[in-house]
């Protein structure tokens, strides 16, 4: 039985109007506190013609708020010893705050102001505008940034919120004015679907009332729609990007994977775990970069969000070796499929990926992360306190069975980014 001061379970308390309360107690000892606010305002919701919205919003809520300007608001962050955060991606917009666990009435006032707040101010709006250009041009000109935006356009129809990187385009993004921020911040940051998740010593009764007197006026109950096209099974495809002037290759091989709550999301995790997201231990690896010496880097990875969810091997290679390294990634993928895991293998690799979660205990924020993850996903209160006797229920045959569904060659999209010949 775990405690009520388990940090590995969470507690779902008060909703108010659309907003949803999850508290969670703090490691051992912890002297700060985290709270989170997560809404419906990632830039799947972008309007046609003003790509880029949800990520200006994102960066600009957290600039300036309420009677702060941005000066004013790094100080009193700074005073009281305390970050704020922001995250977006193409369900949700994230804001955090971070701080001493003595000032933590006074710190989440600030992220209700921020969240609910923001100023928009001219200057704050055309320094993170610059900033999102700039941040498109690395993406059309850098090999590992290209080569994703071509994974990703690959993979999923026009119209799908997991095609696009939230970046937009020179246009849309100037195009964008107060007027707009303003619209799509009133639209998607106070409605409803949307989280705050608190990770600090108050009681649950407490952090209810608390979230009620600053999160009380919480708008809307219904939250936007976003649509989500059935994304189709190809044949596998190829693409080149011609980078001229680069030194590096980077190529990635993936395609459509599954959601968080997919039944076989434990079998696919650690299938993704054996081939690349384990560093040091997992297949890409050992083979193409430590045995082969042929990448920078090599790894993988399964995004399995609400909705479904995209897999993808990568590395980074020298533009005289790239052509030995596509096969290697595809042939790792291909083995977990054809060939059952070793006992020894999976144990490392498993006891390895249920290590972690205490680690993740050693810090208030790090633990944040999983009380974030359990919240948004609706997962059970006690997931990460199940999660590795789940994890050791898992069977080769059913990491066989996850990889050839989640991690299917069949209609996976190979892309090499850098200086290549095009095709």
């Known amino acids: 039985m775990s405690s009520p001061s388990d940090p590995l379970v969470v507690e779902y308390g008060a909703e108010l109007s659309g907003l949803r309360v999850v508290r969670q107690p703090p490691p051992p000892a912890a002297a700060s506190f985290s709270a989170t606010y997560v809404g419906p305002a ?25 009677r702060r300007d941005r000066v004013e608001l790094a100080r009193a962050l700074d005073r009281a010893g305390a970050t704020l955060g922001h995250q977006c991606s193409p369900e949700s917009a994230e804001v955090t705050i971070w701080g001493p666990a003595t ?5 989440m006032g600030i992220l209700a102001d921020v969240v609910l707040r923001p100023r928009f101010d001219p200057g704050d709006v055309a320094r993170v505008r610059r900033q999102l250009l700039e941040r498109q041009l690395r993406e059309r000109t850098q090999p590992g940034a290209r080569a994703d935006r071509e994974l990703l356009g690959s993979i999923f129809p026009r119209g799908h919120p997991y095609r696009e990187t939230g970046l937009g385009d020179a246009r849309s993004v100037r195009r964008i004015g107060r007027v707009a921020l303003a619209r799509f911040h009133e639209e998607h940051y106070s409605s409803g ?18 979230a009620r007197r600053l999160f009380g006026r919480f708008a809307r109950e219904k939250p936007p729609t976003l649509e989500i096209p059935s994304v189709p099974r190809r044949g596998p495809s190829s693409h080149a990007i011609r980078l001229p002037g680069r030194s590096q290759v980077e190529v990635r091989v993936g395609g459509p994977s599954l959601a968080r709550t997919d039944p076989q999301y434990a079998a696919a995790f650690l299938a ?30 399964v995004e399995a969000m609400r909705w479904g969810g995209y897999w993808a091997a990568q590395a980074g290679t020298g533009a005289d070796r790239w052509r030995k390294v596509v096969p290697m990634l595809r042939d790792e993928v291909g083995r977990l499929r054809r060939e059952p895991v070793a006992p020894k293998e999976l144990k490392v690799i498993r006891e390895s990926a249920i290590g972690e979660i205490p680690l993740a205990l050693e810090s208030t924020a790090e633990a944040h992360e999983l009380a974030v993850d359990v919240a948004y996903h609706r997962l059970p209160a006690d997931h990460w306190r199940r999660w590795p006797a789940r994890l050791r229920r898992v069977t080769t045959e059913e990491i066989r069975a996850a990889a050839a569904s989640a991690l299917d060659l069949r209609s996976a999209v190979t892309v090499v980014a850098g200086p290549v010949p095009a095709r």
């Open 42 to 66: 990632g830039w799947g919701y972008d309007p046609h013609g003003s790509e880029g919205v949800a990520r200006l919003v994102n960066q600009l809520v957290v600039a300036a708020a309420g």
């Open 103 to 107: 000032d933590w009435v006074p710190l």
């Open 272 to 301: 993704n775990e054996l081939l690349g997201g384990r560093p040091l231990l997992s297949r890409l690896f050992q083979r193409v970069r430590e045995k082969g010496g042929l990448a920078y880097h090599a790894s993988s990875e």
């Open 193 to 210: 679907d949307a989280l705050l998740a608190v990770t600090g010593p108050a009681r649950a009764e407490e952090v209810d009332r608390v």
